[in-house]
């Protein structure tokens, strides 16, 4: 078993009968989804909203109930990867796209379950380059804001043309090499009109599950 699916697997023992799980994006929220579909397929009956289109098709094809994002007051449990973790548990997320609807299930999950394999373990976030969800239409504006942050935002792009996230923005890579104050970056950065969101995560994660190449898996609570 890899890494990842290593961490996934303890975070799905955690959800129990009846609960609401938000689902993660990426390949680590992945094993994830999965291993919750061989639960639903044993028994276990809970609801699930997902993070991404891509999370929504692999449950929507593996049997797992799902319910929109409208029909729900909260989350009972989210199981999500990140990017990066430090020891605080704060975040990096985004690397996929999905960060704004990652954030919104995450604000409202009662408890929210990272996992990731050792690499991701951080002492200080940044190395990373932090995703941010802009508007299309005010791209170049909004880029020259980031700018007076002091980092170069480089425009995601797939397959030759520029990404659009599941909501139709743009992402705006930005490397800040070393994060010291990660809630204010995360403030100023909203605060700038035509972003959307950041991929900074401050205290929002109560468990971290880590997977080790030597067959450790750890589960650490911090609220
Ligand atoms: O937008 C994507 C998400 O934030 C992912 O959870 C994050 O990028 C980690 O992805 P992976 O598990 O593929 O490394």
Wanted: overall charge negative; some cysteine.
């Amino acid at each position: 078993m890899n890494t990842k699916q290593l961490a996934a697997e303890k975070a799905v023992e955690s959800i129990e009968e009846g609960m609401i799980v938000g689902l993660g994006t990426g390949s680590t929220a992945y094993f994830a989804i999965r291993r919750i579909a061989e639960r639903v397929k044993e028994g276990l009956s809970i609801r699930a909203v997902a993070s991404s289109q891509h999370s929504e098709d692999l449950a929507r094809e593996w049997g797992i109930p799902l319910v929109a994002f409208d029909e729900i007051e909260a989350i009972d449990v989210t199981i999500d990867g990140a990017d990066e973790a430090d020891g605080e548990a704060n975040l990096i997320k985004g690397g996929g796209g999905a960060l704004l609807r990652e954030k919104i299930l995450a604000h409202h999950s009662r408890r929210m379950i990272v996992i990731v394999d050792e690499s991701k373990r951080v002492e200080r976030l940044g190395a990373f380059p932090l995703p941010v969800e802009i508007v299309p239409f005010a791209e170049n504006l909004t880029l020259r804001s980031l700018k007076e942050l002091g980092v170069e935002p480089q425009l995601r792009m797939k397959e030759g043309v520029l990404f659009r996230t599941d909501n139709g923005n743009l992402i705006a890579d930005c490397r800040f090499g070393s994060i010291d104050d990660a809630a204010q970056l995360e403030r100023r950065l909203n605060l700038i009109p035509g972003v959307v969101e950041n991929g900074l995560f401050v205290r929002m994660a109560h468990t971290v599950v880590t997977g080790y190449g030597d067959g450790r898996v750890t589960m650490q609570d911090y609220m």
